[in-house]
Each structure stands twice: as C-alpha cells, then as structure tokens.
C-alpha cells in the first residue's frame, strides 16, 4: 500500500516539483550567493574577477542613498495605490452588483478592459493624458481655472500621477473577485436585515463588510506584492524621474543588474525587497486575523 | 522498394504493426531531411550578424550582393531592438550563442572586450587592402582601440552639432551661428528678450550627458584621473562647462522640464525651442517636419568653442562598429563581411537606404552626400571629435550619475560644486573594482 501511494506521489508531483526545483530553486538559491559577491561585467567574462565580500553589498546598499530613495518612493506608491486600489474596486464591486443597473456586462467589460491590454499602450497613452501643453487632463482642468500642472515633470505630482493611472489599469481585476465575494454572501442575511427593518448603510457594515474580509485579506495581500514590485508604469512614463521620484526598488533592482551589470548588488536589492514583501505580508494577515475575530 | 511492398497497405494507419512502420517511416522522413541539411551546410559557411533597430531591417538589402560575390558563404540577419541589444548581446555572449559578427555602439567597445566577448583585429586590418586606418576620421577610429589594439572597424559614425533657427538668430543678430561659448549665450539673451515666455532660445535638457561632457572636454577638463580609476568631475574645468550649461537653465534660456518637449521638430516649428544640440539621426526628421515656408529656416552648424581660435569646438565621436565574435567558428567569413560592409560603394548604399553617415571618409565625395547643405558641418564637425574615456564602467558614470546630478543642479536641490564632489564619490565606488583589478595584474 505505502509503496503505491509514494510511487503515485512521485509520478503525480515529481515533473512540477523538478520544475520548480530546476527554474526556482537553483536560481534563488544562486541569487543568495550572488549577492555576498562583487560579480559584475568583470565577472561574466571570468570567473576569476569575482569576489566574495560578505554583507558589503547589504553594507553598501543601507549607505546607498539612491536605495533609500527609491525605497521611500515604493513605500509611498504603495500606501497611496494600495487602499485606493482595494476601496475603488470595492465601490465599483457594489455598484455592478446593485440591482438597479442595467447592462451589467458592459459596465463589467468596460473596467476589466484596462487590466488585459497592455501596459506600455496604456502608458503612451496616458503620457498624452499628462502632456502639459496638449494633455487632456490640463483641458479639463482648465474649465475650473486650474493653471497647468506638469503632471510627469514635477517631483511633487509625478508619484501621484503614476498612482492614478496604475489604478486605473487594475481595480478591474480585484473588482471582478470582489464580485465574486459579494455574490458568496447569502441573500437569507439581507433578508433577514431588511425584515428587522436595517438601513443600507446598516446592512452595508453588519454583513457586506464583514463578510467580505477573507476576499480583502486575499486582494490586499496580492494588491501589496504586485504594487512593492511596481516597475513597468514608472519604466515606460518618468525613467525614475523627475529628482528621481518615481525610482522603484524593482526598477533600481533592474538598472543595477541589467544595464550595469552589478549582478552582485542587484540580488542584494531583491532580497532586501524579498524580506520586506514578507514581513508586509505577515503584518497584514496578523492585522486582518484580528479583524475577522472581532 | 522492396521493403516497403512487405507492408500491406490497408494496414498502414490500423493495427499496431501498422503505427511501427508509420513510425519508421516518420523517422527516416526527418533523417532524411537532417542529413540533406547537414550537406548543405558542408558546402555552405553560414555568417550570423546582428543589427540593431533600423540596419538590422535594412542591411537585409545588402546581402544579396555579397552573397553573389563570395559564392559559398551565406549570411543570415538578425534584427536587434536598440533598447535590448546590450542585454541580448551580453545574455548570448554568457550562454556561448554570439553571433559571428555584430553591430555595436562603439561606447560599448570597452565594456564588450572587458568581457572578452570580442576579437582583436590588428592582424586582419594589416592584412586588410579595404579597412586601412588612413581610410577613417582618426577621432572615430580611437573609439575602437584601447591601447593599441583594435576592437573595431568603423561602420556608420555620429557625432553632435548644433541644430538651429536660422531666421530667429538672424532676428537676434546672428547671421553666422555661434562660434564661441560667449557667442552662445549672448544670442540666448538676445532671443530670449523678444520671445513669449514658454518659448526658449536652446535645449539642453538633463538626460542627455553628451553636451555636458561636451563642453567639459573643450573646457580642457580630464574627466577621469590615475589612468581611469578616480572622477575628476570637480575639477575647475569640468564645472566651469558644467555650470555654464546650467545657467542656461536657471536663467530660463532652456526649459526645466524634459517632459514638456515630447516633440523636438514640432518645438522647432513652432520656435519654442531655436538651438538644440544633437546628431544627425535628427536630420531627416526635421527634413520631415521643417516643410513649407520652414524648409528654409533651419541649419546645422559645427559645434562653438570656449574661445574663436579653437572653432570649431570639438565633439563626441559616436556611431556603430563592427566586431567580430572571439568564438566565432567562422572568422574567415566573418571578416569578408566586415570588408564588404566596408567598401565605399556599400557605405554609399546604407546612406541612401536609411542615411547612416559612412565611416570611410571616400564615401563623402559622392553627390547625394556633398550635395546636402546639412552633412557639411558634420563633415567638419568629424575632423574634430575625440572618444569618451574608455572603461566599461563610462555609460554607468554617464547615464546614471551625471545626468543625475545635471536634473539635481538644474532643479537647484544642489550647487554645482556639491554635485560635482558627490558625482566624484559616486564615480569613485563605481570604479573601486577597476581599481583592485588593475592592482591585482600589476602584481
């Protein structure tokens, strides 16, 4: 009996777990000694150039003002867009699923339609959106007698900007599973609530809300590590720019390693980006366990 | 024959006797086919190049002829976008796949031997009737040696000039462009003064170093010092061009913001920027968008001085060379090829398909290069450029840090010479393994 189970186990998980293993483990592992190394464009030519170094690249990188820059950077995109993301796809969740609204398809198509097209056309065209002279988003403010703001080439406004159009592209995923969490919810309760005689707005915190925190645990711990990597949105519009306010972490990860080659560096950085997604990560379940508890 | 009656052909896709021979009959098909490829490759040598952006989709014309010529050899053409080609260069080059012979920006020379990725040339070029030194603007052909070794031949060359509105410095009183830095800046002012606010005489903007380095290395400043292993941005040379760029800048004779300009040639047209800095990549484009009454309105001009006896002031020698794979199996070939590409008629003939200036100097006395007013301050710009210094570590220096410090200066977060001194320390960390390797050799 025993034999035929392990043989089974073997023969159902061995190709994933080897593929895992070959793809996933090796890298990372190779990554971690990497960044206890100098390994640069020296090192890829020969071996020999490379240098144990111990925690300097880690010593290095908490010196390294351009990493605080960019940690503060990602930190603040993620504070601004992270509740943001999950608050508008929750509203936009409840508005679909109102009774009231007709077409809900449409409405429904026409949010997830950011999310499946691509990036880099998105960005271009936002790039036009914030035009100072030419963008639509100075036309607009300019019938309330707002002077033009240079949306991309402010430090101050830039980050912002960047916020906008990432949520933008994504609250019509996490909406589409918000959708799915409110339809989970049995209508008996709100039958129940409206007998007793509650308000929307009763029904809304003492069974919607409730109800749906195991979803807005899953959709801020995802919504979390995708905005900690952000890197594509400020990639293609600012190049970290202006002052270098929109440099992520990933995107300083990715300059150091690819277009300096500071390997070494580099999987530093990705660690320390590692260990921070995961402490963010337990902080947050630990915070919504309690809630769900409450 | 024979064998192939012993089937019984109702029973070819039936039974499982049936799917066996399908079987056989599958595998020798693709024998076949691999054995018919493999003797074609014995008569064949195939070359693999790549390009980068518009020569890697244009260069396919050119192979035909050179294919006609070396019967024998057949070379096969890979496009390369221009924003991945170092990683995918580098990436090949890690996992053993470099092409025979590639295209390279001849800043990434250094970067590419460091690597031992490249092979030195010197006996082909002694060898070589086609590539000669003489043949090439000798500022261009530096670009290639490191020491004196050759990385590189030449294949179409850049470099940067001044771009500029001929009837607003005329308005200004400027017949003739700028020819000193004073010059410069003087018809700034003048411009300046009876332009509309959101116009500006010049762009300079901070994310793009060469004017920087430019201007320093007229200035006389050494950039780097200890044979390449310290900065020397701090310098009083360095900073005087540095500084005096910036207050373009700062006196509102050049917009702050790089995002504003989305479209250099539509500012143009619309005067509200009248000088520009940059290479002939810009050429055509403004052909394109400077029509009409505009078509006369602009010009190019060889680059000004820090003073009128050095005119014209020198600029950074750029474009593309060829180079051949250290590990390349066919370097005979290979190097055919490198000559074909290097033959006057063929630079002729990737001018006219996608207008890359042509290394060899003979290939400008052809009329459709003499003729165009604006490649003449090119031609004269070329007798005056010089190469950057050439350490892998130089576009990390550039890209990352001085343009850095120019936004941080510009913008006023820092004064030139606190940019100057972090952009020495900057650049001293960058270069502390160059350091330890050339201590290591020594010993």
């Not at chain 1, 190779?30 to 020999?48: C, P, Q, R």
């Not at chain 1, 409206?194 to 308000?199: D, F, L, N, P």
Request: charged letters at 15%; proline letters at 5%; one cysteine or more.
């Amino acid at each position: 009996m025993k034999t035929n189970q392990t043989k089974a186990l073997i023969l159902f998980l061995g190709p994933a777990l080897l593929a895992i293993f070959v793809f996933f483990f090796i890298p990372v592992v190779a990554a971690f000694v990497i960044s206890f190394t100098d390994f640069d464009i020296y090192s890829l030519g020969n071996f020999a150039n490379a240098r144990f170094i111990g925690f300097n690249n880690y010593v290095q990188l908490f010196e390294d003002p351009l990493f605080w820059t960019a940690l503060q950077n990602t930190f603040w995109f993620v504070i601004l867009a992270g509740p943001l993301s999950v608050t508008v796809s929750l509203f936009a969740a409840i508005l679909l699923n109102s009774k009231l609204i007709k077409y809900k398809g449409i409405f429904r198509l026409s949010y997830f339609m950011p999310v499946v097209t691509t990036l880099i056309a998105v960005a271009i065209v936002w790039r036009f959106i914030y035009h100072p002279r030419f963008g639509l988003l100075n036309y607009f403010l300019g019938f309330l007698h707002i002077n033009p703001v240079d949306w991309l080439g402010d430090p101050v406004w830039a980050m912002p900007a960047i916020v906008l159009m990432s949520v933008w592209k994504n609250f019509g995923y996490n909406m589409i599973i918000f959708i799915a969490g409110l339809n989970n919810i049995p209508t008996d309760l709100y039958e129940a609530a409206t007998i007793e005689g509650a308000s929307w707005w009763q029904q809304f915190r003492n069974i919607t809300l409730p109800m749906l925190v195991p979803t807005t645990i899953f959709i801020s711990i995802i919504t979390m590590i995708g905005y900690f990597q952000l890197f594509a949105e400020p990639y293609i519009m600012t190049q970290g720019g202006p002052l270098n306010k929109t440099l992520s972490i990933v995107q300083y990860m990715y300059q150091e390693g690819f277009r300096w080659w500071n390997m070494g560096y580099s999987a530093a950085i990705a660690f320390v980006l590692f260990f921070i997604i995961f402490i963010g990560t337990i902080i947050q379940t630990l915070i919504q366990k309690k809630l769900k508890h409450a | 024959m024979k064998n192939t009656n012993t089937i019984p052909k109702k029973k070819f896709f039936s039974s499982g006797e049936g799917v066996n021979s399908y079987i056989i009959f599958f595998i020798a098909l693709v024998s076949l086919t691999i054995l018919s490829c493999s003797k074609k490759s014995n008569d064949n040598t195939t070359i693999d190049f790549w390009a980068m952006g518009a020569e890697g989709e244009f260069v396919q014309k050119l192979i035909p002829q050179f294919e006609k010529e070396n019967p024998g050899i057949k070379v096969k053409v890979q496009m390369v976008p221009w924003t991945a080609a170092q990683e995918k260069l580098v990436t090949a080059y890690a996992s053993d796949n470099s092409p025979d012979v590639y295209q390279l920006g001849n800043t990434w020379i250094p970067q590419f031997s460091a690597l031992g990725a490249i092979e030195k040339l010197n006996s082909y070029v002694s060898h070589s009737s086609v590539v000669t030194k003489d043949k090439y603007f000798s500022g261009i052909w530096g670009t290639n040696e490191i020491g004196d070794e050759v990385f590189g031949i030449p294949w179409y060359i850049d470099t940067r000039i001044l771009f500029y509105r001929k009837d607003v410095l005329a308005k200004a009183g400027y017949n003739s462009p700028p020819k000193t830095w004073e010059e410069l800046y003087d018809c700034s002012r003048k411009i300046k003064a009876f332009l509309p606010a959101d116009k500006y005489p010049i762009y300079i903007p901070t994310n793009e170093w060469a004017p920087f380095v430019i201007f320093g290395l007229q200035a006389n400043a050494q950039l780097l010092k200890n044979s390449a292993t310290y900065g020397n941005f701090s310098s009083p040379e360095f900073q005087k061009a540095f500084s005096f760029l910036i207050n373009f800048i700062k006196e509102k004779l050049a917009p702050m913001s790089v995002s504003q300009v989305t479209n250099i040639y539509q500012a143009f047209a619309g005067e509200y920027l009248n000088m520009y800095i940059s290479g002939p990549w810009n050429v055509n484009e403004f052909k394109k968008w400077m029509t009409g009454d505009l078509q006369t309105k602009w010009m190019t001009a060889p680059l000004p001085a820090l003073s009128a006896k050095d005119y014209p002031g020198v600029s950074l020698a750029g474009g593309s060379s060829l180079v051949l794979s250290k590990h390349s199996k066919n370097k005979e070939a290979a190097w055919k090829f490198i000559e074909y590409l290097s033959t006057p008629e063929v630079q002729i003939e990737l001018y006219h398909l996608i207008n890359d200036l042509p290394a060899v100097k003979e290939a400008w006395s052809d009329s459709s290069l003499k003729g165009d007013m604006y490649l003449k301050a090119f031609y004269e710009q070329f007798e005056h450029v010089t190469a950057t210094p050439k350490i892998p570590e130089w576009e990390q220096i550039v890209f990352s840090k001085l343009q850095q410090y120019a936004e941080f200066t510009a913008r006023g977060v820092m004064t030139v010479d606190e940019a100057m001194k972090s952009m020495d320390n900057d650049v001293n960390k960058i270069l502390e393994k160059r350091r330890w390797l050339l201590e290591r050799d020594k010993k």
